[in-house]
């Protein structure tokens, strides 16, 4: 079983940033899952942010390529996503996935249907 708990949302005005971190709990080094970074506004379907696989390979969504920075503390058991330049369209909920098997970070894009284990979310709320 793997528990997941978003933290480091808030509200700031365009141009800022925030960092959000999801703490692991798990069985095993969670350093060895696929994990990733979704994000959803009410009413729409959740939408793959970045994405960081057990070797460190990254993906990123091109709306977010350049302003955020995906990276994990495996001593830590904790996923970290740096966000920059933030944008008044970046306000969602964000949430934390993991991938036990890995096979989320074979496919071409995020993709939520792959990841078992999510976290409650974070909000993140960006003002013009």
């Known amino acids: 079983q793997v528990h997941l708990m978003e933290s480091g949302g808030g509200s700031v005005q365009n141009g800022g940033s925030l960092r959000l971190s999801c703490a692991v709990t798990?069985?095993?080094?969670?350093?060895?899952?696929?994990m990733a970074w979704f994000r959803q506004a009410p009413g729409k379907e959740r939408e793959g942010v970045a994405r960081?696989?057990?070797?460190?390979?990254?993906t990123y969504a091109d709306s977010v390529k350049g302003r955020f920075t995906i990276s994990k503390d495996g001593a830590k058991n904790t996923l970290y996503l740096q966000m920059d330049s933030l944008k008044p369209e970046d306000s969602d909920m964000y949430y934390c996935?993991?991938?036990?098997?890995?096979?989320?970070?074979?496919?071409?894009?995020?993709?939520?249907?792959?990841?078992?284990?999510w976290g409650q979310g974070t909000q993140v709320t960006v003002s013009s």
């Open positions: 960081i696989d057990s070797d460190g390979g990254i």
């Open positions: 996935a993991s991938d036990p098997v890995g096979g989320a970070c074979a496919a071409r894009t995020i993709v939520p249907g792959y990841f078992h284990y």
């Open positions: 798990t069985y095993t080094p969670s350093s060895y899952y696929c």
